[in-house]
C-alpha cells in the first residue's frame, strides 16, 4: 500500500501490470461491499441503524463512492482497461499508461491539504488523553425531555434524573468540537475545555474516538488523490470506533447486539480506557500515511 503513496520525481513511475491493478480494484470493492451493502439494503428498505449508518450520514461520503478503487498519485494503470480512468478528469494519459494528474487538484484546495497537514502533524504530536470515558454522548441528551433526544426509538439506560446525576458526578473533558458542539445548552458550561471549529488544532488528540474517526473524512476528502485502500482502513477504524461510542453512550442498543460498556462504573471506565488505547494506537499509521499523501499532493503540485 505504502508504494502508491509514491512521491513526485523525475523517476521513472511505478507502473502497475493491468492484471494486478485490476485484481486490486476486485479486493477493494469485495472488501467495501460487505459495509456497504447492507447500508443500501437498509436505505431501500426505509431503516435506519444508530451505529452503523452514522458513517453514511454524517459523514456523507456515498456508498458507491467508497467501492471506487483509486491507486493514488505515483501509481500508472497499464493496459487498454486503464483508459476507462480516463472519464475522470483527475486522470490523464501518459506514455506508460494512464494515471492520477497532479495538476487536476484543483488549486482551491491547495490551503486545505495544507491545514490538514498541519492538523495531522499537531494531533500526532500532542500527548493523548484517556480520561473522557465517552462523556460527550451523555452530554448530548443531558437535561433533554424524551421527544428531544435524537436517537429516541432506542432507550436510554437511565431515567434523566439518574442520568443528569452521572454526568454532573464525573469530569467533562471532551476536546473534539464536532462532538462538543452537539452538547446541549445546559451540558456545555460543564465542559473543561470549550473548543471552537477555529481552534480545532489547538485541542485535537489521538487519544479521542472521534478525532481517530474523522481519518476516515479526510481520506475521503483527498479522493482520488490517496489510494482507495487508504480511504478503506480509516474507515474500518471509524466503524469499529462508532461500535464503541454508542456501547458506551446512555443508550440501549443490546437489542442490536451491543451490549453496553458502562462507563457509570468504575470497571466500566477501564473497559472503555482499554478500547480507547487501542484505538489510538491504530490510528497512529493511518495517520502518518494521511500524512505522507499530503506531502505529495502538495509536492506533486510544487
Not at 2 to 9: H, I, Q
Not at 72 to 80: D, K, Q, R, S
Amino acid at each position: 500500500m505504502s508504494a502508491a503513496l509514491g512521491t513526485a520525481s523525475s523517476a521513472p513511475p511505478l507502473v502497475l501490470p493491468e492484471a494486478d491493478w485490476q485484481a486490486r480494484a476486485r479486493d477493494h470493492e469485495a472488501r467495501v461491499r460487505v459495509w456497504t451493502d447492507p447500508a443500501q439494503a437498509r436505505a431501500s428498505r426505509g431503516e435506519k441503524h444508530p451505529v452503523y449508518d452514522f458513517l453514511f450520514t454524517y459523514y456523507a461520503h456515498r456508498p458507491a463512492w467508497l467501492r471506487r478503487w483509486h491507486p493514488g498519485i505515483g501509481v500508472t494503470l497499464a493496459g487498454e482497461a486503464a483508459r476507462v480512468y480516463l472519464t475522470n478528469s483527475a486522470y490523464q494519459e501518459t506514455p506508460y499508461g494512464v494515471a492520477l494528474d497532479p495538476a487536476a487538484f484543483p488549486a482551491r484546495r491547495h490551503d486545505f491539504v495544507a491545514w490538514l497537514r498541519a492538523l495531522l502533524a499537531a494531533t500526532r504530536d500532542r500527548a493523548p488523553s484517556f480520561g473522557c470515558f465517552g462523556l460527550h454522548e451523555w452530554a448530548m441528551v443531558y437535561r433533554q425531555t424524551p421527544d428531544e433526544v435524537r436517537h429516541n426509538q432506542y432507550p436510554l439506560r437511565f431515567p434523566p434524573d439518574e442520568l443528569a446525576r452521572i454526568v454532573e458526578s464525573q469530569p467533562v473533558r471532551c476536546s473534539h468540537f464536532d462532538a462538543f458542539r452537539f452538547f446541549t445548552p445546559p451540558a456545555r458550561p460543564l465542559n473543561k475545555l470549550q473548543p471552537a471549529r477555529e481552534t480545532a488544532p489547538e485541542f485535537e488528540q489521538r487519544g479521542c474516538l472521534h478525532a481517530n474517526m474523522d481519518l476516515y473524512k479526510w481520506a475521503f476528502k483527498l479522493a482520488p488523490f490517496v489510494p482507495a485502500e487508504l480511504v478503506a482502513d480509516c474507515f474500518e477504524l471509524a466503524r469499529d470506533i462508532r461500535e464503541l461510542d454508542m456501547r458506551a453512550s446512555p443508550y440501549d442498543i443490546a437489542s442490536l447486539g451491543f451490549p453496553p460498556v458502562r462507563i457509570e462504573t468504575p470497571e466500566g471506565r477501564a473497559d472503555y480506557e482499554r478500547h480507547q488505547r487501542a484505538f489510538a494506537a491504530r490510528s497512529e499509521p493511518l495517520r502518518a500515511r494521511l500524512h505522507l499523501a499530503c506531502e505529495n499532493i502538495l509536492s506533486a503540485r510544487s
